[in-house]
């Protein structure tokens, strides 16, 4: 069998998760099963935290998770808290007013952003795209980028810098942005119809006008696959397939509470419901990892800056607003429900990473996903001692269940290069970079 397996339909090309079965016997000259690769990835939430109910109080193991953190408790064996990581290149530096447009440009480059509200943007390649070039032609995807807000390429989104900035954390060149897709059904198109080169969108059409699950066209193509499969592999594929069909109709049934669209309309828009969006783009990355359609992505869960009010939380202020709190305890304490909302989310996707298989172990023992901001306290401006995860055993490299605080002014790009090396990219500088952040292993 090849080493990478597909099921075929019209229009489709379906990347299967590894299968055991298929792998090549010992002695038969070809490789057997190989380790499970490792993943990377990077999800942003705006502006910063309420760090009071962000930091644990102790370091090492034994440290009571904070009001925000709390839903973390299910899988906090594999979260590593990290404290006193800094991007200086976020500060003014003699630039004035902009952090919320910095704080995104610089997250995952570490490079000051040219301030400019004009085409002449800067700021650096981030490190997803760094590691994108160098192996990202193993897997269908060199890397995938996703969001939760329409985004703008240009014109002044904040104090004269571009919107490229603040709606963009993945470059591909200092001068060209990665921008996310916020469509989950596009998202979904592109892992499963657009890898096969016969797939035209004529028949992607038709498979829509149809409304047809996109497994009706690939059942034939795993019939006689499941033959070849042990039990355990059988059950793997169904338990997949199953998760394709429950993602597809969770897309379906959230265009239908679009009110600005015909019930037979190809969607344009994006979920109305912001917690349904939110889980349907984490379940999108899972599936992508999970088949090893890509092993890196970003997230950009909302734009810095954002001011989106949470109503379902019993929020009706801005973020943006409460972020500036002055103080004020009531606004903190929506800042926090707010802030404690995106763990929720980010827990329950560590979890159901945490229940897919693989090798020895699972998704998220051979992964690693950095959740944080690019603001600390968001009144402040602070770019220091950011509020950050790092999620995932990096298949053993990285020793988990702890609270690690390093020296301030730590960069933050130092971090990127420990995680450059664990997906074989090896590199003396990146960004602002003073060495490594050796204390991963523990």
């Known amino acids: 069998m090849p080493r990478r397996t597909f099921l075929r339909g019209l229009g489709t090309l379906m990347a299967l998760p590894p299968l055991e079965s298929l792998a090549a016997p010992a002695g038969s000259g070809t490789a057997g099963a190989a380790r499970p690769p490792t993943r990377m990835a990077f999800v942003y939430v705006p502006n910063g935290a309420n760090m009071a109910d962000w930091t644990p109080e102790a370091t090492g193991t034994e440290f009571r998770l904070p009001y925000i953190l709390e839903p973390f408790e299910p899988v906090r064996s594999d979260v590593l808290v990290l404290s006193g990581l800094t991007h200086d290149k976020g500060r003014p530096n003699g630039d004035g007013a902009g952090d919320h447009a910095r704080a995104s440009a610089t997250f995952l480059t570490a490079v000051q952003a040219r301030k400019t509200s004009g085409v002449d943007i800067r700021v650096g390649v981030s490190v997803d795209q760094v590691v994108a070039q160098k192996v990202g032609d193993q897997t269908p995807f060199r890397s995938l980028e996703l969001g939760c807000d329409r985004g703008q390429s240009s014109g002044s989104c904040d104090s004269g810098y571009s919107c490229a900035y603040q709606f963009n954390i993945s470059w591909r060149t200092p001068t060209a942005p990665m921008p996310p897709e916020t469509h989950p059904r596009l998202a979904f198109e592109r892992l499963f119809s657009s890898g096969d080169a016969a797939a035209t969108p004529e ?5 829509r006008a149809r409304r047809q699950s ?5 059942m034939e193509d795993a019939r006689p696959l499941e033959s070849k499969l042990g039990r355990t592999d059988r059950r793997k594929l169904d338990e997949y397939l199953s998760s394709v069909r429950d993602l597809e109709r969770r897309i379906e049934g959230s265009e239908r509470l679009s009110a600005e669209l015909p019930p037979d309309a190809f969607p344009k828009g994006t979920p109305p419901d912001y917690p349904t969006h939110i ?4 379940d999108l990355m899972l599936l992508a990892f999970q088949t090893d359609t890509t092993r890196i992505a970003s997230f950009i869960v909302a734009h810095d800056g954002s001011n989106r009010p949470y109503p379902f939380l019993g929020v009706n202020d801005g973020h943006h607003d409460l972020s500036h709190h002055g103080h004020d305890e009531e606004k903190k304490r929506k800042i ?14 560590l979890q159901r990473l945490r229940e897919v298989k693989e090798g020895e172990g699972s998704l998220l023992d051979h992964s690693m996903i950095v959740y944080g901001s ?7 401006h602070a770019h220091s001692d950011l509020p950050l995860l790092l999620c995932g055993g990096a298949g053993g490299s990285i020793t988990t269940g702890r609270h690690l605080r390093v020296p301030k002014e730590t960069p933050m790009a130092n971090l990127f290069l420990e995680m ?5 990219v090896r590199q003396d500088r990146f960004g602002d970079s003073t060495g490594r952040l050796s204390q991963l292993a523990g």
């Open 279 to 282: 889980r349907l783009m984490y």
């Open 203 to 207: 028949e992607r059409a038709r498979r």
């Open 336 to 349: 926090a429900r707010i802030n404690r909302f995106h763990s929720e989310q980010f827990a329950a996707f």
């Open 420 to 424: 450059m090396d664990r997906m074989g």
């Open 214 to 218: 996109i497994l009706d066209f690939v």
């Open 374 to 380: 690019g603001l600390a306290d968001g009144n402040a």
